[in-house]
Nanobody
Framework: QVQLVESGGGLVQAGGSLRLSCAASERIFSGNSMGWYRQAPGKQRELVAFIYRGGMTNTADSVKGRFTISRDNVKNTMYLQMNSLKPEDTAVYYC?????????WGQGTQVTVSS
């Protein structure tokens, strides 16, 4: 059963922008913290950005100033706006939502940045 639906990945040239979306049901989305991770080939999954229930955000140093995480509590959708993309941003990006008892993951969306 698909709980989170990601979209927005693709191929972009260095310096370009993409916006990732992660849609979920209200039952999963409402009141929970959530974030984006990424995994490049041969590397471990790493945190990109996280947004907590109260709205506070945490962004990895490698993307700070370029990526912005946000959430729309009406549309039950989380976003990752990615600007000034670099080839090293190439990875599969995953969204996650952390409930009190469960953790949900999206299927991943590929982002490829060409030089």
């Amino acid at each position: 059963q698909v709980q989170l639906v990601e979209s927005g990945g693709g191929l972009v040239q260095a310096g370009g922008s993409l916006r990732l979306s992660c849609a979920a049901s209200e039952r999963i989305f409402s009141g929970n913290s959530m974030g984006w991770y990424r995994q490049a080939p041969g590397k471990q999954r790493e945190l990109v950005a996280f947004i907590y229930r109260g709205g506070m955000t945490n962004t990895a140093d490698s993307v700070k100033g370029r990526f912005t995480i946000s959430r729309d509590n009406v549309k039950n959708t989380m976003y990752l706006q990615m600007n000034s993309l670099k080839p090293e941003d190439t990875a599969v990006y995953y969204c996650t939502i952390r409930g009190i008892f469960n953790e949900y993951w999206g299927q991943g969306t590929q982002v490829t940045v060409s030089s």
